[in-house]
């Protein structure tokens, strides 16, 4: 999501004084954007090409080379959407930006996919690319830097002041097991069968300021708490926070980062839609109370999401422990979508509740696809030639329809 396309003429947010160490700039409630972390493969054996500056020279018209940009490693590119309040209007942005990448692909002899690993690579072949924030981040993250190579997608959805973002980022921790099970697609890493759905969401967790938010409920405390870790070097911005979810002030929204890159941007899209659906709910009804204690269950559930997908266990609280129970993730997930109809505002927001349910009713996947076309191709190059067919292609795999 670009900062100059965030909603920055409302109100300020919290606090004038303590909006002087870290200003939350409003934004238009449930607005979305996303972004999308996506593979360069060469024609040859669809390994990962370190293509990505010269990529970007080839983006026409040059009015999208804004919304296109480098990541940490060369064989990746980023994605950034416009913000939107309709996901159809969204899915018609990422058609454009497709076909923009996929024009300046042609001239390179190179395909674009997405998925949230690639099934061959090596992180140690990967290429820094040259900039120097991406430079400062080898020189202090080390091979955490390269193995960096993964693929996410991004879901930013607008709230209009800091204290509401902060209990968004807590209560869409409880949806986390659904956003990575809904958008598994890496089911292979560095050659090998992980046997985990997302094998992505465990690349992520190496970094040292990885996991959770901690559990402050308003902007002014998490000021300070930002100020301090400031003042000791451990942080120089919010970019610096690799949580699962995290605020940003500077665009005024929440940013949900558990997702690995759909194969498709039709599923990426329906994933933002969700999003929004669920904070329209969270923030309307508050049905959640944020303690010390709220994310007890948060690492099983997360685990249990990126090895099993829609087929893991959810363990949710009780109202006293002798009525805490597990509930299957898919499950979970259905009785959520039945009850968010109500939120839905558009024909658009109800076909991504019914195209949801359907992955969740079949427990189908971007994982299980490309296992399926591993075992019927016999080879992991075959797989990612066929899965930037998909994403460089016109229409969503049937099961997605």
Known sequence: MSENTQ????????????AE??????????????????????????????DAVDLLTWIEPRDLQKQIKLEMTQGMIELNSDVHTRVDHLIEELKGLRAALNRGAQYLNIDVSGGGAHPFQHWNEQRITPSERFFHLHEKYGYLAKTFTVFGQHIHIGVPNGDDALYLTHAFSRFVPHF????????????????????????????????????????????????????????????????????????????????????????????????????????????????NDFYLLYQYNRFEASRYGLNGSMALHGSTPATSSKLPIYQHLLDHLQDLQRYTQNEAEQLTIKRLRHLAEDRLSDAAWLRQTFTERGSLNDMMRLSSELWMGQEPPPYFQ
């Open 180 to 291: 990575i099970a809904l958008s598994a697609a890496s089911p292979f890493y560095q050659g090998a069968d992980t046997r985990f759905e997302s094998s992505r969401s465990n690349v992520v967790r190496a970094f040292p300021l990885s996991g959770t938010a901690p559990t402050l409920t308003r902007w002014s405390d998490f000021e300070s708490y930002y100020d301090e870790l400031l003042r000791m070097g451990i942080v120089a911005s919010m970019k610096d926070f690799y949580w699962d979810i995290r605020p940003k002030p500077e665009y005024g929204t929440v940013e949900i980062r558990v997702c690995d890159t759909p194969l498709t941007i039709e599923h990426a899209a329906h994933l933002g839609c969700y999003a929004q659906l669920l904070a329209r709910w969270i923030l309307t009804e508050r049905p959640f109370v944020i303690t």
């Open 21 to 50: 160490i870290l200003p939350f700039t409003s934004s238009t409630p449930f607005t979305m954007g996303i972004e999308l972390e996506l593979q360069l493969v060469n024609r040859r054996n669809y390994n990962l090409a370190s």
């Open 7 to 18: 909603d920055n003429s409302a109100q300020a947010g919290a606090g004038a004084a303590a």
